[in-house]
């Protein structure tokens, strides 16, 4: 009789583990939950991060365009023969004719 109590015994230790043990894993399971849910937290936050960084860079990219380069709309209107300059806009320019004032808003 004595094996069957020692058994009744060892179950009782054994229970009292698992219990221990489902409790642990019930710890580490929030704390995994909780790792998981701030991790997707962090990638939604650095992929909006990543898409704001995206647009300032184009934006960089737009004001470190050159401004040297005329307009090629106002070089068609100026070889086409016409003025460009505030004086004269849409005028005929004369034969051989440059006006200064055209070439200065061309070139600046």
Do not use: W
């Not at 109590?5 to 710890?27: A, H, K």
């Not at 399971?29 to 995206?54: F, G, P």
């Amino acid at each position: 009789m004595a094996d069957k109590y020692d058994v009744f015994d060892q179950l009782g230790e054994l229970e009292n583990t698992l219990n221990t043990t489902l409790t642990q894993i019930s710890g580490i399971r929030q704390v995994l939950e909780a790792s998981m849910t701030e991790n997707a937290t962090l990638r939604m936050e650095l992929e909006k991060l990543r898409d704001r960084l995206a647009e300032f860079e184009k934006k960089e990219v737009k004001k470190e365009t050159p401004k040297d380069q005329p307009n090629p709309n106002l070089i068609q209107i100026f070889n086409e023969g016409f003025h460009i300059c505030h004086l004269h806009y849409a005028e005929r320019l004369a034969e051989g004719e440059s006006c200064l004032d055209c070439l200065e808003l061309l070139y600046r």
